[in-house]
């Protein structure tokens, strides 16, 4: 009992942590982390797994909070023990056993790693690039358009973020191919996402369908080029547009200046 009531305390402390802006919110995390950790001192991987891997998934929800929160090397050390707590709890939940609970910690895994990866420079931020994507592409085994449609696309999102994130760091075909498979992971988050019932989500996957265009069209030249360059037009232009509607403002101007510079390399392709 003592260890389900810290483990309801970190959850409290959490969800108060993660509504206060920026970094007022990193002491209440951080006093969460301490709650799920010390939940873990009496709960065990062999005579309770299950609440243990439980606490497991909430300890690596709470530091990836902070991670987002903390630059530089604190950001990159919460990740790298959040990926240690899901792949902790990757240990009892099982594909053919807990389906759905397995599903959203392997796309949480595979969320972390991403995240890490980009913010790591050189081999080391590449090795989590490449690990992102087995734990995502196991989600989908569970997750399906029909079935969990919300689940399936967030995970898809992820794995367009990751086929991007290695695309841009990969020359050739071989970066060009990872690129296209993002475009496809991206153009199926946006079967699901409206733009009516869910505007943000909706404008937010467009802005990351214009991202992977934009750089298409960068790598690629002639005529192909121009057709990268405009999809990557067309994408941003609505999604601006949804923003503007919305008070987006933040987002808005992102998008805005993405959208100047297609344009810009648009004029400049065409003079060639």
Known sequence: EWAMTQNNLGNLLQVHGERLTNREGIPFLAEAEAAF???????SEVSTPVPWSMT???????LSAQAELLPGKDGASKLTQAITAYRAALRVYSEAETPNLWAKTQ???GAAHRTLGERLAGSGGWT???????????????????ESPALWAMTQNNL???LTAQGERIAGSLGEARLTEAVTAFRAVLRVYSEVEDPTGWAMAQNNLGSVYSILGERTTGSKSIVNLTEAQTAYR?????F?????????QVVDENLILVEQLIEARKVD
């Not at 950790?37 to 709960?43: D, F, G, P, Y």
């Not at 994507?133 to 358009?145: G, H, T």
């Not at 609505?238 to 949804?242: E, I, T």
Request: charged share 15%; net charge positive.
């Open 238 to 242: 609505v999604a601006l547009r949804v």
């Open 160 to 162: 367009g973020n990751v």
């Open 37 to 43: 950790r010390a939940a873990l001192h009496v709960q």
């Open 107 to 109: 796309n949480a895994l």
């Open 56 to 62: 497991q998934n909430n300890l690596a929800l709470v």
């Open 244 to 252: 503007l509607q919305h008070g987006d403002s933040k987002y808005a």
């Open 128 to 146: 989590h690039l490449l690990q992102a994507l087995p734990p995502l592409r196991a989600a989908l085994r569970v997750y399906s358009e029909t």
